[in-house]
């Protein structure tokens, strides 16, 4: 069983900045793969970044240059450092993790992981 849980949500104004952290269990086995995702209300769950265990990211093109995924493997904590925040940014923040097959590429598809943190808020203000 991995568990995830999320801290680092708020509310910010447009412009602002924030740093969501992810600490998780993930790190005990490798490889493994990790992601992003945010849901706004009456929308659909969507993949913002995934980071693997090589550390090879990807990112949606909605979030490219204004948010980076990094992890602390010492501290066996996920990050999501989101700059130039927008109102569309607003929504409930999750992490997710699993172990796909070497053949798979890590990326920020739902259906990649099994295994998710309960969510941490954005609202991002105009």
């Known amino acids: 069983q991995v568990h995830l849980v999320e801290s680092g949500g708020g509310s910010v104004q447009a412009g602002g900045s924030l740093r969501l952290s992810c600490v998780t269990s993930?790190?005990?086995?490798?490889?493994?793969?990790m992601g992003w995702f945010r849901q706004a209300p009456g929308k659909e769950r969507e993949g913002v970044a995934a980071i693997d265990s090589d550390g090879s990211t990807s990112y949606a093109d909605s979030v490219k240059g204004r948010f980076t995924i990094s992890q602390n493997n010492a501290k066996n904590t996920l990050y999501l450092q989101m700059n130039s925040l927008k109102p569309e940014d607003t929504a409930m923040y999750s992490c997710?993790?699993?172990?796909?097959?070497?053949?798979?590429?890590?990326?920020?598809?739902?259906?990649?992981?099994?295994?998710w943190g309960q969510g941490t808020q954005v609202t991002v203000s105009s």
């Open positions: 993930i790190y005990t086995y490798s490889p493994y793969c």
């Open positions: 997710a993790a699993d172990y796909p097959p070497p053949e798979i590429l890590c990326r920020a598809s739902p259906s990649l992981f099994g295994y």
